[in-house]
């Protein structure tokens, strides 16, 4: 008598006819018990192939590049698009783009927006994401919702004049002389002029800052004082910026111009005051 079997595993299907003493495994010449040694070898493999795939069967497991520039934030592929919304600071919806592309950098949105919300020649658009001012070179992806792909801005406009009294603020602070700095600091005596310009400087920074002579001296001397003049953003809180210097600013010893003949990084840090000061004013203006 023989019985046919069906056997199922997780290499394939067998079958084997079982007989009085010996078995026959299908596709295969191997006679007697030798079928025993077959399904052992296959037991083995079985094993390994589990062993390899990290507990699953017949299973690689590779990491896919999308899955992990989506789980990064990168868009996960060219085609990629976003939607960008514009508002204005009352909320209400300037422009909204539903395929902007991936490439987009926030300059791009700006000269989208100009196209349908015109602006006069003295005046521009600036972004604000989460009430900080973003840069115009930034890809507007950095930008995106981490649950969608919807990217909000809020625009303002802002007059000309007063982004390059900023940008020439800045200017002044890289042209600064560290080592011309430290050599001021060092002095015991200054005119009074270098006094109040130093003075007036630290105070801009750190409005509780001392205005003694030493105090200020050992903040000018310091080697973040130029990076923190450089980054400065005087539009976290323009009024009281623009406060605290418009007495300085009246001062007529204030003056970059008799100020170049005594020190050239006095006359610097006197004109950088005075942009930041017209910068503000401008901002408290306009709002």
């Known amino acids: ?29 191997i006679r007697g018990f030798h079928s025993q040694s077959v399904e052992r070898e296959k037991r083995t493999t079985n094993r390994r192939t589990w062993s390899k795939s990290g507990g699953k069967f017949g299973v690689q ?21 976003f939607v960008v919304r514009v ?41 604000l994401s989460e009430n900080t001012i973003v840069r115009t070179d930034c890809p507007v992806c950095q930008y995106r919702n981490d649950t969608n792909n919807v990217i909000e801005f809020t625009a303002v406009v802002t007059m000309n004049i007063f982004f390059e009294a900023l940008a020439n603020a800045r200017k002044f602070a890289n042209k600064l002389d560290g080592k011309d700095l430290v050599e001021m600091a060092c002095k015991s005596n200054v005119p009074e002029s270098i006094a109040l310009v130093c003075t007036a400087v630290c105070c801009v920074l750190d409005e509780h800052h001392s205005q003694t002579w030493e105090a200020v001296s050992r903040t000018i001397s310091k080697s973040d004082f130029v990076p923190k003049l450089e980054d400065f953003d005087p539009g976290v ?12 600013i009246d001062n007529d010893m204030f003056d970059p111009v ?19 000061h017209l910068y503000c004013k401008g901002a408290e203006n306009m709002d």
Do not use: F, H
Not at 16 to 21: D, K, R, S, V
Not at 69 to 77: C, D, M, Q, V
Not at 101 to 119: A, F, G, H, M, N
Not at 238 to 248: C, G, N
């Open 258 to 276: 008799p100020l170049k003949t005594i020190s050239l990084s006095a006359s610097m840090l006197c004109s950088w005051c005075r942009e930041i």
């Open 87 to 127: 508002q204005s600071l009352a909320g209400d919806e300037l422009a909204k783009w539903q395929n902007a592309p991936t490439s987009w950098t926030c300059q791009d949105v700006i000269r989208e927006l100009s196209k349908q919300q015109s602006l006069p020649g003295d005046s521009s658009y600036n972004l």
């Open 237 to 248: 809180n323009t009024r009281r910026v623009m406060d605290m210097l418009s007495p300085y």
């Open 61 to 81: 497991t590779q990491k896919d590049p999308a899955s992990a520039s989506a789980a990064a934030g990168l868009p996960t592929t060219a085609t990629e698009k």
């Open 1 to 29: 008598m023989a019985v046919v079997r069906k056997t199922q595993n997780c290499v394939g299907t067998s079958l084997t006819l079982t007989c009085i003493g010996q078995s026959v495994t299908s596709g295969s010449r």
